[in-house]
């Protein structure tokens, strides 16, 4: 929905339509009004668990910090044995497609999830058919100060923060986001880490505009 909006050193005097949400702001937060919001749409956490044989070691799992995950179960079925220990596996994502194939001890990311498999221990070792599944949970839906550096959903712009907002332990606050507009680069705020130009185009996707103070402009060589 639209809102009407008090124009102050938020808002850019270049006026553009103002889209506005709600996020629910997690607990333990202090977030002031301008702040960048993601919101936890996955769980970090990554359940792996192999059948049929015994790896080396344990297989782990991350979130792609570009392209966000599906909840649910992804994989890695065994298709062939290479040099006893090793195997050749073909990854499906939760909905039974076909997202690339994963070799033993060789970084596999695709569909939004990133791992290496392991060889497995010498004495029960990888045949045809043998899996590892990876099970990804849904996240809190909370909202947090965007973070680039996460793949849980946080790293993805919702929107901009349009009051400030704290919550203790175990609280969470219901706010006003704006989802479009034109905002003022220095007014804007994110994760520690995070450079608020370097999100220029990602913000503009989602027709989220910025005119840039001096500073911000020297920062980018305009």
């Known amino acids: 929905m639209s809102t009407d909006v008090t124009r102050d050193n938020l808002y850019s005097p270049n006026q553009f339509p103002v889209v506005s949400g709600e996020a629910e702001i997690a607990a333990s937060q202090t977030l002031a009004r301008g702040c ?10 990554i359940t792996v668990t192999p059948t049929g ?3 080396a070691t344990t297989a782990t799992a991350a979130l792609d910090t570009t392209v966000l995950a599906k909840v649910g179960t992804y994989t890695a079925t065994c298709v062939a044995v290479v ?6 596996f073909q990854v ?14 060789v970084e596999f990311n ?9 060889v497995s221990n010498g004495s029960d070792d990888y045949a045809v058919g043998d899996t590892y599944e990876f099970a990804v949970a849904a996240g809190d839906g909370y909202g947090y100060p965007l ?12 929107g901009v923060l349009l009051r400030s907002s704290t919550t203790g332990v175990g609280e969470t606050d219901v706010c006003p986001v704006a989802k479009t507009g034109r905002f003022m680069s220095q007014a804007l705020t994110a994760a ?16 989220i505009y910025l005119d840039l103070s001096d ?6 060589g305009g």
Not at 36 to 45: A, H, R
Not at 95 to 105: C, H, K, Q, S
Not at 110 to 118: A, H, K, N, Q, R
């Open 36 to 45: 960048l919001i993601g919101k936890q749409t996955l769980d970090d956490t």
């Open 53 to 55: 044989f015994t790896p």
């Open 83 to 88: 040099d006893t220990t090793g195997g050749v």
């Open 92 to 105: 499906t994502d939760p909905d039974g497609l076909n997202i690339g194939v994963a070799y033993t001890t």
């Open 110 to 118: 695709g569909g939004g999830l990133v791992f290496t498999l392991p």
């Open 147 to 158: 973070d680039t550096a996460n793949g849980d959903g946080t790293n993805k712009i919702f």
């Open 192 to 207: 520690s880490g995070v450079t608020i130009t370097d999100l220029i185009d990602a913000l503009e996707e989602k027709n």
């Open 215 to 220: 500073a911000d402009n020297d920062l980018i």
